[in-house]
């Protein structure tokens, strides 16, 4: 019992549950709404685009093994309390867990384009896969790189479901592209503000490492400036969200009130309140705030389908 909990606390089961519930609910509230709308018939049917999802949560989990396997050391620092790799499972089975999940991601995809109209998904995930080995080996010390390679790849999440319908591009599904590319521009930016928080959160043990994480390079009050940029650019973009497809229509008030209370109002509060943390914990509290309204944001795919 003890190993299963550490397993599923190394792959994060928390992030993994966030990926599964933004592909499901997109899956029902835009994907399959605007192609039955538009009369199209989908690359992926509801069976594959499960097998889409269980890819995802394959690789995203291998990508967190392998960031733990890789940065051992720096976490006993950190998060000593938290360690799991060596001191519940050891270092080789976290290898073959991350071997086996990746492999799996890359032969599900490989399934998916022979089985479907889909082309080169096994390509495009290897790609991810790739990535994230490196960015755990290199990329996550150096200066900004990792941050959003992270970021792209959580992007990725949703840009892969328009990914496998390329071939599907019509004028009339251009608004379900649209909204793709929106949702998947939110996830980028408000996981490029957190990836930056955690940074700051952990700038003790990254120091000890020789890490180039921007807190390091250009110190604390800088790299609080540029989230504060990050973050009032991303209330901006989502205020002209809400005027250019609601057009603060209070016909759709819920959407509108929904938006202002449990995205734009967090995200007010995290701007203020960043500038005056300075302890590795306040600056946790801010990162699982945003990641609060990482989900809050996803979840207004509901209110498409409402």
Same mark, same amino acid.
């Given at each position: 019992?003890?190993?299963?909990?550490?397993?599923?606390?190394?792959?994060?089961?928390? #992030?993994?549950?966030?990926?599964?519930?933004?592909?499901?609910?997109?899956?029902?509230?835009?994907?399959?709404?605007?192609? #039955?709308?538009?009369?199209?018939?989908?690359?992926?049917?509801?069976?594959?685009?499960?097998?889409?999802?269980?890819?995802?949560?394959?690789?995203?989990?291998?990508?967190?093994?392998?960031?733990?396997?890789?940065?051992?050391?720096?976490?006993?620092?950190?998060?000593?309390?938290?360690?799991?790799?060596? #001191?519940?499972?050891?270092?080789?089975?976290?290898?073959?867990?991350?071997?086996?999940?990746?492999?799996?991601?890359?032969?599900?995809?490989?399934?998916?384009?022979?089985?479907?109209?889909?082309?080169?998904?096994? @390509?495009?995930?290897?790609?991810?896969?790739?990535?994230?080995?490196?960015?755990?080996?290199?990329?996550?010390?150096?200066?900004?790189?990792?941050?959003?390679?992270?970021?792209?790849?959580?992007?990725?999440?949703?840009?892969?479901?328009?990914?496998?319908?390329?071939?599907?591009?019509?004028?009339?599904?251009?608004?379900?592209?649209?909204?793709?590319?929106?949702?998947?521009?939110?996830?980028?930016?408000?996981?490029?503000?957190?990836?930056?928080?955690?940074?700051?959160?952990?700038?003790?043990?990254?120091?000890?490492?020789?890490?180039?994480?921007?807190?390091?390079?250009?110190?604390?009050?800088?790299?609080?400036?540029?989230?504060?940029?990050?973050?009032?650019?991303?209330?901006?973009?989502?205020?002209?969200?809400?005027?250019?497809?609601?057009?603060?229509? @209070?016909?759709?008030?819920?959407?509108?009130?929904?938006?202002?209370?449990?995205?734009?109002?967090?995200?007010?509060?995290?701007?203020?309140?960043?500038?005056?943390?300075?302890?590795?914990?306040?600056?946790?509290?801010?990162?699982?705030?945003?990641?609060?309204?990482?989900?809050?944001?996803?979840?207004?795919?509901?209110?498409?389908?409402?």
């Amino acid at each position: 019992m003890k190993l299963f909990k550490a397993f599923v606390q190394l792959i994060r089961w928390k #992030n993994l549950l966030f990926i599964i519930l933004t592909q499901v609910i997109f899956l029902y509230c835009i994907y399959l709404p605007f192609f #039955n709308d538009a009369q199209i018939k989908t690359n992926l049917s509801v069976n594959y685009f499960f097998v889409l999802i269980l890819i995802a949560v394959c690789i995203a989990a291998a990508g967190n093994i392998i960031n733990d396997y890789f940065d051992y050391k720096i976490d006993v620092i950190n998060k000593p309390n938290k360690v799991i790799v060596h #001191n519940v499972i050891a270092k080789k089975w976290v290898l073959c867990w991350y071997i086996f999940l990746s492999v799996i991601g890359i032969v599900l995809s490989y399934v998916i384009d022979v089985n479907t109209h889909v082309n080169n998904l096994v @390509w495009a995930n290897s790609i991810a896969v790739l990535l994230l080995f490196l960015y755990a080996v290199f990329f996550k010390k150096q200066f900004l790189v990792g941050n959003l390679l992270i970021s792209i790849l959580t992007a990725w999440v949703i840009l892969v479901i328009s990914f496998c319908e390329i071939a599907n591009y019509q004028t009339s599904l251009m608004h379900f592209f649209n909204i793709s590319f929106l949702y998947a521009g939110f996830a980028l930016l408000i996981s490029l503000i957190r990836e930056v928080v955690k940074d700051m959160e952990d700038i003790q043990g990254d120091k000890m490492y020789n890490c180039k994480t921007m807190p390091i390079v250009l110190g604390i009050k800088a790299t609080k400036t540029f989230v504060i940029f990050l973050s009032l650019l991303l209330v901006a973009i989502i205020v002209f969200t809400l005027i250019y497809f609601y057009q603060l229509n @209070w016909t759709y008030w819920i959407g509108l009130f929904y938006t202002i209370i449990f995205i734009l109002l967090p995200l007010c509060w995290f701007i203020i309140q960043l500038p005056k943390v300075h302890t590795p914990t306040a600056f946790h509290k801010l990162s699982s705030l945003i990641k609060l309204v990482m989900l809050t944001g996803i979840l207004t795919i509901v209110l498409f389908k409402l």
